[in-house]
């Protein structure tokens, strides 16, 4: 069955420190990796998106990675900031023929002042 | 660029109560379409997609059918509402050349059920 985890569910830091958030799936055949950031009360909004052959890519202070031997991806803040506290979602898509895709449930951040 | 708008933001209906969301996007066109649900401490759960106007399919079998009439409107429905339909309704769009593209949402409806 296809399932992506994500830990931990939740996590509290001190702005401007840093923080990594991990994904594990076990989604095959495995097309692309994403994670999003969702507001309270609002739709995701897309950081990156990683296929198979791309270790790491960038989006300002977000940091992804993938290790698709071992399945694994994590996002790593950098220099956290009061607007980061969000739910972040990683999402893998399935090499289906479509665009189908596997959700984790989110690791909610909160950056406390 | 590219738009995509959701309503009503929020609404409370009571159980049997018909349903209508609406979902239209803006600056693109012939995309992929989606409806999400996605409910207090789960991930977003698929319920429709649509590839082109008049095309729908269905991920889950519930109370809950979808249509689009337009090419860039995308429309859920109900003829009875159950308690089990409260939550959070997504909707999305994605272009159809290359699976490595993002989806992007609207910023959803919070359905409750009384």
């Known amino acids: 069955k296809n399932q992506v985890e994500q830990s931990p569910q939740s996590l509290i830091i001190l702005e401007g420190k840093n923080c990594t958030l991990q994904c594990n799936y076990t989604v095959s055949p495995f097309s692309n990796l994403r994670w999003y950031k969702q507001d309270t009360g609002r739709g995701p909004v897309s950081l990156t998106i990683?296929?198979?052959?791309?270790n790491t890519k960038s989006n300002g202070r977000y940091t992804a990675t993938l290790d698709a031997d071992t399945k694994q991806s994590s996002l790593h803040i950098t220099a956290s900031q009061l607007s980061d506290s969000a739910s972040y979602i990683c999402v893998v898509s399935w090499n289906s023929g479509y665009s189908t895709l596997t959700f984790g449930k989110g690791t909610m951040l909160l950056v406390s002042p | 660029s590219q738009t995509i708008h959701q309503w009503p933001a929020t609404l409370v209906q009571p159980v049997g109560s018909p349903l209508s969301l609406e979902c239209t996007v803006e600056?693109?066109?012939?995309?992929?379409l989606y409806w999400y649900r996605q409910a207090a401490g789960r991930g977003l759960q698929l319920l429709f997609y649509?590839?082109?106007?008049?095309?729908i399919s269905s991920e889950v079998p519930q109370n809950l059918s979808a249509s689009r009439p337009q090419d860039r409107q995308f429309i859920l429905s109900s003829k009875k509402l159950l308690l089990s339909d409260s939550g959070f309704y997504l909707c999305?769009?994605?272009?159809?050349?290359?699976?490595?593209?993002?989806?992007?949402f609207g910023d959803g409806t919070r359905l409750s059920i009384l």
């Open positions: 600056g693109t066109s012939n995309p992929n």
């Open positions: 990683m296929t198979f052959s791309e």
């Open positions: 649509s590839v082109g106007i008049g095309q």
């Open positions: 999305a769009w994605d272009v159809k050349q290359g699976r490595s593209q993002p989806q992007h």
